[in-house]
């Protein structure tokens, strides 16, 4: 039913520059930087079966460049939520808009307002704002018409 995308790092580096440049160093004074291993492998966890969106065949998506679109967004979207926790691990895992904030004593507030049954995970970033949007197609019923019985037919059954 579904296709399978191949993840092109040059195509999304291209599409996507500001997260394959990203680098920096942690707290230890080590660098990282985004890699084509790192995005492969973030590409690899979009794609998983009961993950993201399945990238093995059998996903809902019929169209080969509709599903490597979808799959590049859900890989910056986790590239971007990568960087940031490399960034600053104390803020890595805030969700929603800042509110509210101090200087003196350091303190802030932040409030997570999105449309009811919209995952506030995909919020966190633009490009999981667009992977969500552009999956909207997918998350509904399919009707999948059943065999058609016919009452008081005569014998033999003809159709």
Request: aromatic share 14%; glycine share 10%; hydrophobic share 40%.
């Amino acid at each position: 039913m579904g296709v399978i995308a191949t993840f092109s790092y040059p195509a999304w580096a291209a599409a996507y520059p500001e997260l394959a440049n990203a680098n920096g160093q942690y707290p230890d004074g080590s660098p990282w930087s985004m890699t084509d291993t790192v995005a492969t492998m973030l590409w690899t966890d979009a794609g998983l079966p009961g993950g993201f969106f399945r990238n093995d065949g059998a996903g809902p998506c019929n169209d080969v460049n509709t599903q490597a679109s979808i799959l590049n967004k859900i890989t910056a979207h986790l590239a971007a939520l990568w960087i940031r926790r490399q960034r600053d691990s104390e803020m890595a895992f805030i969700v929603g808009r800042i509110s509210g904030g101090n200087q003196g004593g350091v303190s802030g507030s932040f409030q997570n307002e999105y449309a009811p049954n919209t995952p506030q995970w995909w919020q966190q970033t633009a490009y999981g704002s667009d992977a969500w949007a552009q999956c909207a197609q997918f998350r509904g019923a399919r009707f999948v018409p059943g065999h058609v019985r016919q009452m008081n037919a005569p014998w033999p059954f003809s159709y």
